[in-house]
């Protein structure tokens, strides 16, 4: 970002959230997932409201989240697609089962034939919503370094594309600290495979190093980021 696009957004004083490509994507993901839950679709939606009316809520997505997001849309898209049709496959079965010894009762999921559309549509208002930060051309050199030590998230033999999310979102966020924000900032990414402890949503401590000068805050969901920025 600029130092005025900077200076503008510490300027308003509000919360940030610099959003992971996971956690936006998760917004259309298969709903007939064990993982799926309902409130985290709440929280969603609520952050989205916050960020488009007001505003209450500054949204971030960094030029690499806004590039793996085009990139993986199409096949959530399809997965979600495929799950739900076979869902509904199987209510007819199980109906048509029932109806042979004597039901009468029919279970209707007509109501789910646009989710995967609608969701989507959530999904892309989001990404408009949100203001983009683009690395400047140190953040490829840092990227590196930190996939090669390894640093959180960056592991040996990955590609280093989430450290050089990582990199774009610290180098803003220390800019809009010095510029004089003190509101909270959140980091979201449901992607705690590379970044948390999975069963307790805990921030790997030498990332949390680099996070607590400058008072960022880790969410492993949109639900837990909703709570932390107090919108």
Known sequence: MTPQEVARIAGLGLPVLCTDTCSVLDIMRDP?????????????????????????????????????????????????????????????????????????GVVDLSHLDDHVQRAHAVADHWMAASETVRPSPAIADRAFARLMAPHTPGRRGQSMKDCVVIETYLEVIVALRAAGLTSPIVFASSNTADYANEQRGILNADLQAEFSPINVQYAPNLSAAKHLLGV
């Open 32 to 104: 007939t997932r064990d993982a799926a839950r309902a409130h985290e679709r709440v929280a969603a939606q609520a952050l989205l409201a916050a960020m488009t009316t007001g505003p209450q809520l500054v949204g971030l997505v960094a030029d690499q989240v806004r590039r793996e997001f085009a990139e993986n849309v199409p096949k959530v898209e399809q997965e979600a697609i495929q799950a739900l049709t076979k869902l509904r496959e199987r209510i007819i079965r199980a109906n048509e089962i029932d109806k042979v010894f004597g039901g009468t």
